[in-house]
């Protein structure tokens, strides 16, 4: 089993920017999806961006504002926030699947691996 660890979370302005760092430890395995899903409470969790082999898919919602990039070192996946929104505060979390994606890649039920997450406070 791999585990997924976040961090990068803090407390913003609205307008602000923040980046988010996702790292892989443990067993190494071929993901064809990994992405950043994100949780208020009382609702249900969401896709926010996610990678499908070298294709992004972004929720509408913040379209031309995050970027969902892999990092430099091996297993590692960042989000690149801008322009944020008090309606962008949640939970983030890292998800990845372990064999094939066969799901939306948006949707929390293809997911096989979590983190713990790492909170996202915009001021408004």
């Known amino acids: 089993q791999v585990q997924l660890v976040e961090s990068g979370g803090a407390s913003v302005q609205a307008g602000g920017s923040l980046k988010l760092y996702c790292v892989a430890s443990?067993?190494?395995?071929?993901?064809?999806?990994m992405g950043w899903f994100r949780q208020i409470p009382g609702k249900e969790r969401e896709g926010v961006a996610a990678?499908?082999?070298?294709?992004?898919v972004y929720a509408d919602s913040v379209k031309g504002r995050f970027t969902i990039t892999k990092g430099r070192a091996r297993n590692t996946l960042e989000l690149h926030m801008h322009s944020l929104k008090h309606e962008d505060t949640a939970m983030y979390y890292c998800?990845?699947?372990?064999?094939?994606?066969?799901?939306?890649?948006?949707?929390?039920?293809?997911?096989?691996?979590w983190g713990q997450g790492t909170q996202v406070t915009v001021s408004s």
């Open positions: 443990g067993d190494t395995y071929r993901s064809d999806c």
């Open positions: 990678f499908r082999s070298a294709a992004r």
């Open positions: 998800a990845a699947v372990r064999l094939q994606c066969l799901g939306d890649a948006l949707d929390t039920t293809t997911y096989t691996d």
